[in-house]
């Protein structure tokens, strides 16, 4: 892996070996990484600036897409087909799920192809390559903050008491961010030699949004199924968002327990790959 | 006080065919070592494929060695394609925060530079524009101001110097030699010649991925331009070289009718081919080639068959002349040839191998050549007829 970077006295000194997978280097990239907050930071704030000055809607879209899609389930599993959720009104229990999925599978789409877009820079500047896909998580995390606007006015529309579980949402997306990231992560370097994730995207999202409880209850889930069911992190953040913000109860420990462990598990993981791939990106862009 | 190390630094790159053949494998570098004191300028030439951008994606950190270590004492910072970074919807003011965070510059320092950077692009009316409304030349100065004003520890410069007009390039010099100056360390990895052995005081020639050569910056272009000039460009298959018609030398003069070996984008050139004829020879056709330094690409070739009137020369010795008022090739080596052909039967009776020319940046290129034209501002009138 490129860049070995200590920061001595006055000079960083920088030395540039051929890849290895080693702890050791995967210590250095993570040192490194402090340098580039501004550089994170500028990037993050122009992605969001250039989604809402493009469009004449601007930041409505991020309200737009959740709030679409919970229509679309509202109407067709209220009245075409009951769907269980929990006695709780199937609007919001269904808005509640589809605000961090929706936040979750933004940040993967566009995460995802994040290195190939934006092969001019990567083959011109050195940078560490992660913070392309992380500045698209930090957009996606933006755009929840906005839709969550709505998710409030909905809580005082069903007249839900606000409690102090409500606190909980906060761990839980900071464990949304955490997995979207590794996630995408493992995505980036696949797609630099394989195009296609591009296209097995939407599919694989979709699959993966029917595997986690957003448009049902986890409770649905027979028990059979329930421990191959918990192994999807995804399980254990939807139900804990949703528990936090209309239950108002702490998270189911076992789902939230295996969501924590399968993304500390990830993590690691994903980042040495990336890391290893990220040296010879550029002969691939 | 060593800046940057180089040691034993490979770089393979793999082929993988899609169907499945043997996977080729190509060594762009071998074997490269080389050190670097503080404060020393160090130029890298060689031809195309000899492996300089490879050197150059290394050093920027792009890529990563298959075998070796490079050891970089201080901050580097690469200048390669500048503007590239910009994004046409944000204003000029929005692009430099931008690249310049690109580039590794921290907001507050942006921020402090900000004014000398406008300043040095000559565009403060115009900053809070998008820049998709800059002129081209805007752009580019706009782009090498944001890097010029980066102030690492060790410099790496590129082709990035081929763009902009003759005005751009002193300014850009001047502040390379600025940088100097205050002790910046500087790797110019280049084609211009001219400009390698005015700022470095090294030089090494890359041949095949290999360090061939190096040494002082006038004993090392020399060499370089005496090995591609011998080994030059070969006269095509089927050529019978000598027999009746015979090319003694060819000469680049400039407007002024001088002997000149460089000359800008957009300068007067004339190349004058000197024949001896032992009999008088009938219906000839004499051409001038412009090709790249290693004989492999043609730039352009001009042809009495196609623009001149019949050509007749009589017995005894003379010069054919190839005069154009404004050469558009782009800044670059080219070596220039001439032949003398008949016209009837198509051989080529005679050919030579003549100097090399060095073109500097003159008029602006954007793309791969210089049209030599005028702009004219229309009444009203005349709106009408442009229209289809």
């Not at chain 2, 070969?234 to 000598?242: I, R």
Request: proline share 6%.
């Amino acid at each position: 892996m490129p860049g070995d970077a200590a920061p001595a006295a006055a000079r960083p000194v920088t030395i540039i070996r051929p890849p290895s997978l080693s702890a050791a280097r995967l210590w250095h990239a993570l040192r490194q990484l402090p340098r580039y907050t501004d550089l994170t930071l500028v990037l993050t704030a122009h992605r969001i600036r250039v989604r809402y000055k493009q469009s004449a809607l601007g930041p409505l879209w991020a309200v737009l897409q959740p709030l679409a899609m919970m229509i679309i389930f509202a109407t067709v599993f209220s009245t075409i087909s009951r769907m269980p959720s929990n006695g709780r009104p199937y609007a919001l229990f269904a808005y509640c799920g589809l605000l961090p999925w929706t936040a979750f599978s933004a940040a993967l789409g566009s995460a995802a192809t994040s290195l190939v877009s934006h092969s001019a820079l990567v083959t011109r500047v050195y940078f560490p390559r992660e913070i392309l896909p992380l500045t698209y998580v930090l957009a996606a995390l933006f755009d929840l903050a906005v839709a969550s606007s709505v998710l409030a006015l909905m809580l005082a529309w069903y007249a839900v008491p606000i409690t102090p579980a409500l606190l909980w949402t906060l761990p839980v997306l900071l464990l949304l961010a955490v997995l979207a990231l590794a996630v995408s992560l493992v995505l980036c370097a696949v797609n630099v030699r394989f195009r296609d994730i591009s296209v097995a995207m939407p599919v694989l999202l979709q699959f993966w949004m029917f595997a986690s409880p957003v448009i049902y209850p986890l409770e649905a889930v027979p028990h059979a199924w329930r421990s191959w069911y918990l192994l999807n992190p995804m399980v254990g953040i939807v139900d804990s968002f949703r528990r936090a913000v209309i239950e108002g109860t702490a998270p189911d420990s076992a789902a939230l327990t295996a969501s924590v462990l399968t993304t500390a598990a990830l993590l690691p993981v994903a980042y040495l790959w990336f890391k290893h791939v990220e040296a010879t990106m550029a002969d691939l862009l | 006080m060593i800046d940057l190390s180089c040691r034993g630094v490979s770089k393979r790159y793999r082929m993988r065919s899609r169907t499945r053949g043997p996977r080729r494998e190509f060594w762009a570098l071998r074997d490269v070592s080389f050190d670097m004191q503080r404060g020393e300028a160090l130029g890298v030439i060689g031809p195309n494929g000899s492996g300089k951008s490879t050197l150059l994606k290394l050093l920027a950190q792009i890529t990563a060695p298959t075998t070796g270590e490079i050891v970089i004492d201080g901050r580097l910072s690469a200048l390669i394609e500048v503007g590239s970074g910009f994004h046409p919807e944000l204003t000029g003011r929005e692009n430099v925060y931008l690249s310049g965070a690109i580039l590794g510059m921290s907001r507050r320092e942006i921020a402090a530079k900000f004014d000398r950077i406008v300043e040095f692009a000559g565009v403060a009316p115009f900053i809070d524009e998008p820049v998709k409304w800059y002129s081209s030349g805007m752009y580019v100065r706009l782009g090498f101001a944001i890097a010029a004003h980066l102030d690492p520890d060790i410099l790496l410069i590129d082709e990035v110097l081929a763009v902009g007009d003759a005005a751009f390039q002193e300014q850009c010099l001047e502040r390379i030699r600025e940088l100097r100056r205050s002790g910046t360390t500087a790797v110019f990895i280049s084609h211009d010649l001219t400009a390698v052995e005015q700022l470095c005081d090294r030089v090494f020639l890359l041949e095949h991925g290999r360090v061939a050569l190096h040494g002082r910056p006038d004993t090392v272009v020399r060499e370089y331009r005496r090995r591609f000039v011998a080994h030059g460009v070969s006269a095509p298959p089927g050529a019978h070289v000598g027999a009746d018609v015979s090319l003694d030398a060819v000469s680049l003069l400039d407007g002024a009718g001088e002997r000149i070996a460089s000359i800008r984008t957009g300068d007067p050139l004339t190349v004058r081919v000197a024949y001896t004829a032992p009999s008088s020879a009938a219906d000839v056709v004499v051409e001038a080639f412009f090709y790249s330094l290693d004989g492999r690409v043609l730039f352009c070739q001009h042809t009495t068959a196609l623009d001149g009137d019949r050509l007749d020369l009589p017995a005894g010795r003379g010069a054919i002349e190839f005069a154009c008022i404004e050469m558009p090739l782009q800044p670059g080596e080219y070596v220039v040839c001439g032949s003398v052909r008949d016209a009837a039967t198509q051989h080529v009776v005679s050919w030579l191998s003549g100097p090399t020319l060095s073109v500097r940046p003159g008029r602006m290129v954007r793309g791969h050549f210089y049209v030599p034209h005028t702009w004219r501002h229309l009444a009203a009138g005349a709106h009408d007829l442009a229209l289809p």
